[in-house]
């Protein structure tokens, strides 16, 4: 609960903080400081109906974040996560039949890493990029979702030998659970993604003296590192509640 609170303060504080750029927009307009464009104006209004949707979307941090918590609800859900957590922290037995399909989740999982892993060693292999190289190649693009897929395919091994996956309902259903969980995130970085665009639409970024640069890599380790801050937070509480 606590975690939650964090974030719906988060998305407050960017909210106020958006509302803060508009005003100070439209006062720097007036009085003609800088170059700064009036948010409050009727094209900065119309500007704002045609982003606000499309940068949401747009946000870097917001496709990664549902493919990972995806496989992860796989994981969770699907009993993996639960079992190793009782081996690892509580020293507690598993049943043989938690045991016989860990060793098939994990089998899983060596045999996912070193596909990966052997088709990034090869040179001109799938996932390199057309000059061979991992710069602009589908695995560095894609790292999030072959990441995603590993931890989701083991979990779902687990899930479907220990019996807890039994079809293609609890599948979706488990990797949906995560994303549930973490709605108060997706909530938050829309706020976040709202300030960033005002920010950067209004030019007051420039009148600060933050280069366009600089603004997009703040913009990017906020939302990463909201992400960050809620998974770790929440799966304390995680751990705390089971």
């Not at 894609?142 to 091994?157: D, N």
């Not at 293609?168 to 993604?193: E, H």
């Not at 709202?194 to 366009?212: A, K, N, P, V």
């Amino acid at each position: 609960m606590k975690s939650r609170l964090y974030t719906y303060r988060i998305a407050t504080l960017f909210f106020a903080m958006t509302l803060l750029i508009a005003v100070v927009s439209w006062v720097a307009n007036v009085y003609e400081l800088g170059a700064v464009q009036n948010l409050l104006s009727a094209e900065g209004i119309r500007w704002g109906l045609s982003h606000i949707v499309e940068d949401y979307v747009y946000n870097p941090a917001l496709g990664v974040a549902l493919v990972l918590l995806m496989g992860g609800g796989l994981f969770v859900y699907g009993g993996a996560y639960d079992a190793i957590k009782r081996i690892c922290t509580k020293g507690k037995w598993v049943s043989r039949k938690e045991r016989r399909a860990l060793m098939v989740a994990l089998l899983v999982l060596v045999v996912y890493v070193l596909l990966v892993l052997l088709n990034v060693m090869m040179p001109w292999t799938i996932l390199r990029s057309i000059t061979g190289t991992f710069e602009g190649s589908p695995l560095f693009k894609g790292w999030c979702y072959v990441a995603s897929l590993g931890v989701g395919l083991s979990g779902a091994a687990y899930g479907c030998v220990s019996g807890i996956l039994r079809n293609d309902a609890d599948w979706v259903m488990a990797m949906s659970k995560l994303i549930a969980l973490n709605s108060d995130y997706l909530v938050t970085l829309f706020f976040v993604t709202q300030f960033f665009s005002t920010l950067e639409y209004t030019r007051m970024g420039e009148w600060m003296e933050i280069d366009t640069q600089s603004l997009y890599i703040l913009y990017q380790a906020v939302c990463y590192l909201l992400l960050l801050l809620v998974l770790v937070v929440r799966g304390k509480n995680l751990n705390e509640a089971k």
